[in-house]
């Protein structure tokens, strides 16, 4: 197994449209997906919702991911795939910041239901976009390697408790935006490769 991740790491390393997909996969493991720990903090702290109500909140994801997925089957062609995957991730990294600034629960579910649909154009498009960049006989590889590169989000997690813990759920969640969406900026050479594999 380990020779397989091995294989597909060197083969990443010489295509740029893999490594236009990888680099935005690890950038919204790291400072988007992990701001799903600060919902039942801001939902508590700064919404003073009950566990009922935290569940519901916290369950607005779920039914926007649904919607969104459903969309993406129904109606997004190969033309469409670049701009789903990386404009999902700018969508997500910029609403989530207005759950963090909702001063009610209505708008921070709202805002949760939007981070739901952003949420479903990343994972659907990540997986399509490697499955076309890739040969077929190498796909099995890559996508080990693209499990390596989900699992980064390990890292965004302790960035924003310790934010959480020093600054508040609310602030660490509008700096864990920042930080992505300045990432998304910096690495702009890398991911404008992307379109190539749709």
């Known amino acids: ?15 740029k449209r893999l490594v236009a997909v990888l680099t935005i996969t690890v ?12 919902i039942p903090v801001i939902g508590q702290d700064s919404l003073h919702l009950s566990p009922g ?20 089957a129904l109606w997004a062609r190969p033309r469409h795939f670049t701009g789903l ?3 999902a991730v700018l969508s997500y990294m910029t609403v989530m910041m207005g759950v963090a600034l909702a001063p009610g629960a209505f708008l ?6 939007a981070t739901g649909l952003a949420n479903s154009g990343f ?13 077929a006989a190498m796909r099995s590889r890559l996508y080990g390697v693209l499990s390596l590169c989900i699992g980064s989000g390990l890292l965004g997690f302790v960035n ?7 600054l508040g759920a609310p602030h660490a969640t509008i700096i864990s935006g920042i930080e992505g969406l300045t ?9 404008r490769e992307i379109g190539s594999a749709a």
Not at 108 to 113: E, I, K, P, V
Request: hydrophobic share 60%; no cysteine.
């Open 1 to 15: 197994m380990l020779a397989h991740i091995i294989e597909g790491l060197m083969m990443a390393r010489r295509d």
């Open 27 to 38: 950038t919204y493991n790291v400072f988007g997906w992990p701001f799903t720990s600060m």
């Open 53 to 72: 109500g935290i569940g519901i909140l916290a369950s607005m994801t779920g039914v926007g991911s649904f919607i969104g997925a459903a969309a993406i």
């Open 85 to 87: 995957y990386v404009g």
């Open 108 to 113: 921070a579910g709202s805002s949760l239901l």
């Open 123 to 135: 994972s659907v498009m990540q997986a399509t976009l490697i499955y076309l960049a890739a040969p």
């Open 160 to 166: 924003i408790g310790l934010m959480a813990q020093w």
């Open 183 to 191: 990432v998304v900026a910096l690495t702009w050479r890398w991911w």
